[in-house]
């Protein structure tokens, strides 16, 4: 094993360059070339027909709507839309691919010459987009028995249902300039992505259930240099967070072979997320040779310009425009709301706001409690088991003063753990806050009991001092008491 390298020493040297290619498996009712359905965890092969598992003489034909889903991504990418293109087969034998090929694109994809425009830490990065094209997504293998992999297997089961589902995937030109922050630019990237292909209604983008899956190409070039160096490709890395590790794992991984004079080899590689390393996947010293031609059973897709420029005007507000509107509508200062940004929470605290509650409250939620909550159990905001309308229902609870900040934490945890709605957790846990005269008037009164040289001091008109019963009662009452009623009744009792 070569010597580990420091990754801020490793940059004086080194000059990282990434290629990022996304797949997104679109939202569409049907499969790409049939009518079969895509929806996601049906019993195994079960959504399948005779054109999806390439059964003979069977003919496919494509769903325009998916076609639609790649103009308008392409568009939202600032791509050049073609004029005409066509499928393309790229042969190659896997079980999990019943035609011994994938309908895919090739030299003329739907899509191509786009970028999209990022912010990280105050400066923006342009990655440009080479193309983006359509193709089908392939069925599920099952490897029983050994480790998972096909390898050691006892044997394989095989789940077409997956096998024709649209994808688009999305690949970026070599991304050079971004230095010491590649991996921030690529999490940024592919964070950028998300909240497009969200904001466009395209796909339920979900990295975990592999909606959204992401290989990262990484090389090195010594700085100075205008030659590319050798990259690796790091396969399915699903999550945001994985993106960013991997790829920092990989630029150090990578100059430790180069200090020592060693080759950088081609090949796919997997990520680890337990250990936060990759590891060797296919070797790809030769390039495979797919034996691409056109789709002989397709027709050429040519999208009028009229029907282009329709789409165009279907685009939503592009993401950068959206965030200067809500930071001018919620009043933040540049310092909140970038933090709500870089948090990722901005669609969250958006429909926090949307379902009711104060921009103020909204971000103090996600941002820190939240966020908080996000990082122990290393997932991602959006993954924690909460909706922007249960955080709003939350913050009702705290405004009608039912519950205070502290128990409306509990709350929160209650929700996280499934234990339903705020209101049943407030139910079930007890955690309501006691404003009821009777038991805070036994608790104040035991208190003053207990401590009479404070009850003279506030007897004698020293007010301050209620602060220390009020301390007690609260504690007595497991932070559950109304703090402004039990202020009231010392006073008064004390008076
Ligand atoms: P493959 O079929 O091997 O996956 P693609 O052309 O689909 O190749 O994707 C390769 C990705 O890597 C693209 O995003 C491309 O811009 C990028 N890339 C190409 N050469 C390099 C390199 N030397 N270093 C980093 N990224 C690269
Ligand atoms: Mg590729
Ligand atoms: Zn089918």
Known sequence: MTATVDYDDLLTRYEPVLGLEVHVELNTNSKMFCGCPTTFGGEPNTQVCPVCLGLPGSLP?????????????????????????????????????????????????????????????????RVEIERAHMEEDAGKALHVGGSGRIHGAEYSLIDYNRAGVPLIEIVTKPVKGAGDKAPEVAKAYVSHLRDLLRALGVSDVRMEQGSLRCDANVS?????????????????????????????????????????????????????????????????????????FAEPDLMPIAPSREWVEELR????????????????????????????????????????????????????WWVTELARRANEAGVELDALAITPAQV????????????????????????LAGEGEPAEVVEKRGLAVVSDEGALSTAVDEVIERNPEVADKIRAGKVQAAG??????????????????????????LS
């Open 392 to 415: 709003a229902a939350v913050q009702g609870l705290v405004d009608d003063g039912k519950v205070n900040d502290k128990l409306a934490r509990q709350v929160i945890e209650g929700v």
């Open 313 to 364: 005007g279907t685009l939503p507000e592009p993401p950068a425009e959206r965030r200067r509107r809500l930071q001018a509508e919620w009043g933040f200062s540049d310092i909140d709301f970038g933090g709500i940004v870089s948090s990722g929470a901005l669609d969250l605290v958006d429909a926090t706001v949307v379902a009711g509650a104060t921009p103020g409250a909204s971000r103090k």
């Open 61 to 125: 034909v494509i769903n325009c709507k998916a076609v639609e889903s790649a103009i308008r991504i392409g568009l939202a990418l600032n791509c050049q839309i073609a004029d005409w293109c066509r499928m393309a087969r790229k042969n190659y034998f896997y079980p999990d691919m019943t035609k011994n090929f994938q309908t895919s694109q090739y030299d003329e994809p739907i899509a191509f010459d786009g970028y999209v425009d990022l912010e990280v830490e105050g400066k923006t990065y």
């Open 220 to 292: 090195l070039m010594p700085i100075g240099s205008e030659v590319l160096g050798t990259r690796t490709e790091t396969k399915n890395v699903n999550s945001l967070r994985s993106v960013e590790r991997s790829i920092r794992y990989e630029m150090t991984r990578q100059a430790a072979i180069l200090d020592d004079g060693g080759k950088v080899k081609q090949e796919t590689r997997h990520f680890h997320e337990g250990e936060g390393n990759t590891s060797p996947g296919r070797s790809k010293e030769e390039a495979e040779d797919y034996r691409y």
């Open 468 to 493: 220390a019963l009020i301390g007690q009662v609260m504690k007595a009452m497991k932070g559950q008491a109304d703090a402004a009623k039990v202020r009231e009744l010392i006073l008064s009792k």
